[in-house]
């Protein structure tokens, strides 16, 4: 399967010839850890039945390559796209290899995502099976994914991971070309669901390689997979992939929670850790206070949302690891501070990209023509280079927005660059709200809040708050005053209507009007400005009480 907007003939030559893209495709990678690691371990966690696994490479690609002789039995081919839908377990690895053996495409959902979302994935991508567990975090994901498979035509096969995945006796798969596309991951969604994002072998695959050796990753690196396995940033930042390239093992943390993963840390021996900033804040706190022996832990790493220079200095004096911090997205683009920066570019600014070659414009916002602001001064990023996407799957009319026409990536990041290259991000420009390092698109919850009969119009927006950096405040309009449903009512029904658990209003406020723009819009800014003074006023009131 070729990409929608496949990268510019003489720009895809540049980056081969510049040895970026080397033609490595993903059974390549695995096929190459299990003939030089065949006999370290690769994953170990505990699996779907809370038994504890310790699989190696051989054993990995051996249980692949089986999964992909089921797969093929039930008729999923190369090409066909298959939707993963699962939480940090052992068998996540044995299924996404499975799929890249085969040559099908996994379409990464999160354990958090619900039927509605699921929906979309399937229709969307016409997936033909939907693999999944029985239930996970109190949910029924596989009661959720047939009901799906009811509605979705393309949708053959459920596949519930601790009911049995089908198996074969393994045979050569036709391989795929290195630009063919090898999964489909999601946005960040900042106007309604998420977009699909396309990636190649040639393209992802030198992001994972790239990563590894910026983070110095060896085979006796343990990485804990401590964030949603299918996230971007626990993927390839290096990640579990870039884990496994350099031949170290992955460690499976069924829940980030401190008390948990500290655990894991000090019994796997783990080197390097992935976390979100509201998450490192809690293990700091908890190892703070309870001072663990972690002698292996090296690097942790924060991304996924900026991680204030606070926190950021207590990390190293609380874990005894130093701090790297990632700013990326699954479009492409990443950035890391060097193992080997000095204090004050780790603590205060996002790092710099992998590549030479990745291209990085801080334009004004509000011009039409893209004009580049004065260095150092705070504006829209926008991004092209040798791993970032040239266009969403199937989104022509959000591609003609998303994308300038010379292929530049407008990333909706507020950023200035330092004297060194340095990225330092100072906000979004789109209508998104960062909650704990998911993204949450105000468009797609208002769109549910409206969905309720007795609403009229609604409107989210994010506050600030110290633990998840934002949250989600909804106001909601009422049709009649006098029956307009309670904040409760209204939270339940969105949670209701089978949306992932962050996506539900935090707090929701019914009103009698709506600020708005000249032109009759909603505006969110006044909003936000409201929220925001009223959020001083009280904390002065507390203060002073």
């Not at 929608?4 to 850890?33: C, I, K, M, V």
């Not at 004065?374 to 829209?380: F, I, K, N, S, T």
């Not at 003609?400 to 906000?427: E, I, Q, S």
Request: aromatic content about 6%.
């Amino acid at each position: 399967m070729k990409l929608e907007n496949p990268y510019p003939d003489e720009a895809a030559r540049r980056y081969r010839d510049a040895g970026y893209w080397t033609g490595q495709t993903f059974p390549d990678l695995l096929a190459t850890a299990a003939r030089e690691h065949g006999g370290r371990p690769a994953v170990v966690g505990r699996d779907v039945h809370r038994q504890r696994q310790r699989w190696t490479y051989a054993e990995l690609d051996d249980r692949a390559r089986r999964l992909a002789a089921g797969l093929a039995g039930l008729g999923v081919a190369p090409g066909d796209r298959v939707v993963v839908w699962l939480p940090n377990v052992p068998e996540y690895l044995e299924v996404i290899w499975g799929l890249f053996t085969l040559g099908a495409l996994p379409v990464f959902a999160l354990p958090a995502h619900r039927e509605s979302e699921i929906r979309y994935f399937c229709e969307h991508a016409e997936a033909v099976a939907v693999v999944t567990v029985t239930r996970h975090d109190r949910h029924d994901h596989a009661d959720a994914a047939r009901r799906v498979a009811k509605d979705v035509a393309s949708v053959r096969e459920v596949l519930v991971v601790d009911e049995g995945l089908p198996t074969g006796e393994p045979a050569t798969p036709s391989a795929p070309e290195p630009d063919d596309v090898a999964f489909l991951q999601l946005s960040g969604g900042t106007t309604g669901l998420p977009k699909l994002i396309p990636r190649t072998h040639d393209d992802y695959l030198y992001s994972v390689r790239a990563s590894a050796d910026i983070c110095g990753l060896t085979p006796g690196t343990v990485f804990l997979a401590a964030l949603p396995a299918a996230h971007n940033f626990t993927m390839s930042s290096p990640g579990l992939l870039g884990v496994m390239h350099a031949g170290g093992c992955v460690v499976t943390a069924p829940s980030p929670d401190p008390d948990t993963c500290l655990r894991l840390v000090a019994d796997e021996g783990v080197t390097i850790a992935a976390v979100v900033p509201p998450l490192a804040a809690v293990w700091v706190a908890a190892a703070e206070k309870n001072s663990p022996e972690l002698p292996t832990l090296e690097v942790l790493q924060v991304g996924g949302a900026k991680c204030g220079s606070e926190l950021a200095a207590r990390i190293g004096p609380a874990l005894g690891a130093t701090l790297q911090q990632v700013f990326g997205m699954a479009e492409g683009l990443v950035n890391y501070t060097r193992l080997d920066d000095p204090d004050d570019v780790v603590l205060h600014t996002q790092g710099r990209p992998i590549s030479p070659d990745d291209e990085l414009r801080v334009v004004d916002p509000d011009s039409p023509d893209d004009r580049e602001v004065a260095p150092g001064e705070v504006g829209a990023l926008l991004t092209r280079g040798p791993y970032t996407i040239r266009g969403y799957y199937r989104a022509p009319e959000h591609n003609a927005t998303a994308f300038t026409a010379d292929g530049f990536y407008r990333t909706g990041d507020l950023v200035r660059l330092d004297p060194g290259g340095n990225v330092v991000v100072t906000g979004r420009v789109k209508e998104q709200i960062n909650r704990g390092g998911e993204k949450v698109a105000a468009e797609e919850v208002e769109n549910h809040l409206m969905a309720h009969a007795a609403v009229l119009d609604a409107a989210v927006v994010g506050v600030p708050d110290e633990f998840l950096g934002e949250r989600t405040h909804a106001y909601v309009l009422p049709r009649d005053p006098d029956e307009a449903p309670s904040p409760a009512d209204l939270r339940r029904f969105v949670r209701d209507r089978g949306v992932a658990a962050y996506k539900v209003p935090d707090a929701v406020e019914v009103v009698t009007s709506f600020p708005a723009t000249g032109v009759g819009k909603t505006s969110r800014r006044e909003l936000r400005a409201a929220l925001a003074q009223r959020h001083t006023e009280q904390r002065h009131r507390e203060e002073t009480s």
